[in-house]
């Protein structure tokens, strides 16, 4: 069964603070694993997208990691602004041709910048 | 427009009852997607749509869910004969649906339904 899992579940770090999100995944095959921020009340954001030939992509402060060999991803969060309070979810593309993108989300990792 | 919209933003009602959630996707874009996420969780596929067709509705849960999409632009999600259990947050979301999988679904900022 595909899935992704991630890790940890939440997350208190202090304003200016520097931060790393896990991410496990079991889809295969693999076409691209994107991390998204969902701010409360809002629908998620693209951050990143990785292929399986990308070791790394950065977004300003985010950069994200992949490991294809053992299905590992990470979110690294640098300088970390109160403004970045929200979850991030991290998500698998399937490779099978099923015509369109049927993604497969974790369960996303709630994180909170204190003052 | 310059993002995707839903309507209502909260919708409150009574078990039992019919409701309908409705997405304006991002101008051009073919393909759209409803999404129904629960408190701590991540979205859930429900049904995928290209153009005016449902091209895969595998995700939606039972026959009480329905949605359409006439005119290959706004959809309807439909849900009759509310449960408890239906209430979470439905995410809509809309792509070039060129068919790339590296396409990005832009997301709305949900519509929460409560059925009491």
């Known amino acids: 069964k595909n899935q992704v899992e991630q890790s940890p579940q939440s997350l208190i770090i202090l304003e200016g603070k520097n931060c790393t999100l896990q991410?496990?995944?079991?889809?295969?095959?693999?076409?691209?694993l994107r991390w998204y921020k969902q701010d409360t009340g809002r629908g998620p954001v693209s951050l990143t997208i990785?292929?399986?030939?990308?070791n790394t992509k950065s977004n300003g402060r985010y950069t994200a990691t992949l490991d294809a060999d053992t299905k590992q991803s990470s979110l690294h969060i640098t300088a970390s602004q109160l403004s970045d309070s929200a979850s991030y979810i991290c998500v698998v593309t399937p490779g099978e041709n099923t015509g369109f993108q049927k993604l497969v989300f974790g369960t996303g990792t709630r994180l909170l910048v204190s003052p | 427009g310059a993002g995707v919209s839903q309507t209502p933003s909260n919708k409150v009602t009574e078990k039992g009852k019919y409701v309908e959630l409705r997405c304006d996707p991002i101008s051009g874009h073919t393909a759209l997607y409803w999404y129904r996420q629960s408190l701590g969780q991540g979205p859930e596929f429900l049904i995928y749509f290209q153009g005016t067709g449902a091209a895969d509705d595998s995700g939606l849960p039972n026959d009480r869910f329905f949605a359409v999409r006439p005119e290959g632009s706004v959809s309807t999600l439909k849900i009759q004969r509310t449960e408890r259990g239906d209430s979470a947050v439905y995410l809509c979301?809309?792509?070039?649906?060129?068919?790339?999988?590296?396409?990005?679904?832009?997301f709305g900022p949900g519509t929460r339904l409560t059925v009491l």
């Open positions: 979301a809309s792509s070039s649906g060129r068919g790339h999988l590296s396409d990005t679904q832009y």
């Open positions: 991410c496990n995944y079991t889809v295969s095959p693999f076409s691209n």
């Open positions: 990785m292929t399986f030939s990308e």
